[in-house]
């Protein structure tokens, strides 16, 4: 069985600080996909990134990064001078395939406020 | 190139009373799915098509929710009867031939 972990519920920050939104997976499969989603008031999740489990390469968009870590089960996501447009739920997913069709198993979501 | 279409955005209803969610994919979309989204939590699969076959449905509570995708483009899913634990947010996504889902703005839905 597939299991996301979003330990940290609410997080606020002042703008211009930097966050960081942890998350942690299980999964008994060697191929899998890892996603972060942004679902601001409005209620439609954005589609952030996706990675495979054999790339663990950093990757960095903006001021968005995310850390990729097999060996801790972990794949966080950092932004970099917040602002209060990034004020959202953010969510962390996992798919055990590639292919369409794929069943996404969500995290329970970290609540993000920057305040001005 | 237009996102996934929800309506209604809102719908407030009685218990035991019957309801109608509606979702337009991205054109060309072949897979579909719904999702229900409890408040403060992630969104759980209920349902996926695959054109017009529900292929996953395992989650799906079919003594009181139904799905139909005619043709392979629209979907509707109704509950019926309503139950005051039905009060969520209903989210539809599209893919194609990825596992990237789209997802739409959602049907918040209040039974009282």
């Known amino acids: 069985a597939q299991k996301v972990t979003q330990a940290q519920t609410e997080i606020s920050v002042v703008e211009k600080e930097d966050v960081t939104l942890d998350c942690v997976y299980e999964t008994r499969d060697t191929t899998y996909y890892l996603f972060w989603y942004k679902q601001p008031p409005s209620g439609e999740l954005v589609f952030l990134i996706r990675r495979n489990s054999f790339d663990e390469q950093n990757e960095i968009s903006g001021r968005y990064s995310w850390n990729f870590q097999k060996s801790t089960s972990s794949f966080n996501f950092t932004i970099t001078a917040s602002q209060v447009v990034d004020s959202a739920v953010y969510f962390c997913a996992l798919s055990e395939e590639e292919t369409s069709g794929s069943r996404l198993t969500f995290g329970e979501g970290t609540q993000l406020t920057v305040n001005p | 190139e237009a996102g996934v279409v929800q309506s209604p955005r809102y719908k407030i209803i009685e218990k035991k009373q019957p309801v109608a969610f509606w979702c337009n994919p991205i054109s060309g979309h072949n897979t579909l799915y719904w999702y229900l989204q409890n408040l403060g939590q992630g969104p759980e699969l209920l349902i996926r098509?695959?054109?017009?076959?529900?292929?996953?449905d395992s989650q799906l509570p079919k003594d009181r929710f139904s799905a139909e995708r005619l043709k392979g483009v629209d979907s509707t899913l109704k509950i019926q009867p309503a139950e005051l634990g039905d009060s969520a947010v209903y989210l539809c996504?599209?893919?194609?031939?990825?596992?990237?889902?789209?997802f739409g703005p959602g049907t918040r839905l209040t039974v009282l």
């Open positions: 098509y695959e054109n017009e076959e529900a292929v996953d």
């Open positions: 996504a599209s893919s194609f031939r990825s596992n990237e889902q789209f």
